[in-house]
């Protein structure tokens, strides 16, 4: 029904499938090509939010152009239109902004532009001129509801399903920030334990574990409650195996670390002038003493739900 749709993007984030948004753009160009075909041109706004004044904008505005022929190339289309361009449907825009904090002055001069670009009258207006198309005003309200009839009529676009799309993208840009969140700290445990036995590995890791989650958590819990708790098991899965190699060194340390001091002992019973009567009982004491030692050891690295616990038994 609108004739410009605007797609809010963090400089940062353009390029990237989940953060930009990508995949919803693609649901909305195969429903909107599906149901309503080419009767009007829409307008596809890219609204750039804080923009570096040292960023090329001509570069920002190919990568937008480029990753938009890649979505329509790439998604399904009515046979009808499958030589058609994404420029037959939609005209691209991209506005620039200013960070909002940094540079507030420069901000508020973009945001007016922007406005003034949304009167009808304007020289450069967002809207096209096809007053013929327009719907007259007391038409408006059987447009909205003939509208309305034909999407809520099409099974694969009933409301909870696009609510599942954005817990899906929305939940799994969080995940990316979550991990994120943690890479600093986990190199830094990483790089302690190159090698040798670290002390605490188990309670670090854990904490990394928390920290994540407890990002995700606050940013995530608000979607659909099962996109939620999937993409939360999916997150912590990722830190254990982020986890798995150092706790394998770690593992292969203390066993060493067990063997070296169990062979030092075990010598240390054997007698060069004569039998050690008590050797058995004395081996096998050494044995059971430094079996558990490794136990508890091993214990100290698991995380639990990690399924490290099962490995070490």
């Known amino acids: 029904m609108s004739d410009v749709l605007l797609i809010n993007m963090w400089y940062t984030d353009i390029g990237r499938y989940s953060a930009s948004n990508y995949g919803l753009l693609k649901v909305i160009f195969e429903c909107n090509l599906k149901l309503f075909g080419s009767n009007v041109k829409k307008r596809l706004l890219f609204v750039i939010r804080d923009f570096d004044p040292e960023g090329n904008a001509d570069a920002i505005k190919g990568i ?25 449907f939609f005209v691209l825009d991209i506005a620039l902004m200013p960070h909002g904090k940094l540079q507030k002055k420069e901000f508020k001069e973009k945001c007016a532009e922007l406005t003034a670009r949304f009167e009808k009258g304007a020289a450069d207006t967002f809207f096209p001129a096809l007053d013929y198309k327009n719907v007259p005003m007391d038409g408006l309200g059987i447009y909205i509801d003939k509208t309305w009839d034909v999407i809520r009529n099409q099974k694969e676009l009933n409301l ?31 790089a302690d334990c190159d090698g040798k ?27 659909q409650q099962s996109v939620y708790l999937k993409v939360k098991t999916d997150l912590a899965k990722d830190i254990f195996n982020m986890l ?31 039998a ?17 030692n490794f136990v508890k050891t091993s214990a100290s690295l698991i995380i639990e739900g990690s399924g490290w616990g099962e490995r070490v038994q």
């Open 197 to 223: 036995e670290a002390v605490g590995f188990g309670e670090k890791s854990l904490a990394l574990l928390e920290k994540a989650i407890k990002y995700y958590d606050d940013e995530a819990n608000h979607y």
């Open 244 to 274: 798995q190699d150092i706790f394998d060194q770690q593992l292969f340390s203390a066993k060493k670390n067990v063997e070296k001091e169990f062979d030092q002992k075990l010598k240390g019973l054997i007698r060069r002038d004569a």
């Open 276 to 292: 050690n009567d008590k050797f058995y009982a004395q081996s096998e004491e050494l044995y059971i003493d430094h079996t558990k």
């Open 64 to 88: 937008i152009d480029k990753n938009v022929k890649t979505i329509w190339d790439e998604m399904h289309k009515p046979e009808e239109h499958k030589n058609k361009t994404v420029e037959d």
């Open 160 to 190: 909870p399903d696009q609510r599942e799309i954005v817990a899906n993208y929305r939940c799994g840009e969080i995940k990316d920030e979550a991990r994120e969140l943690i890479m600093e700290d986990f190199q830094k445990l990483k």
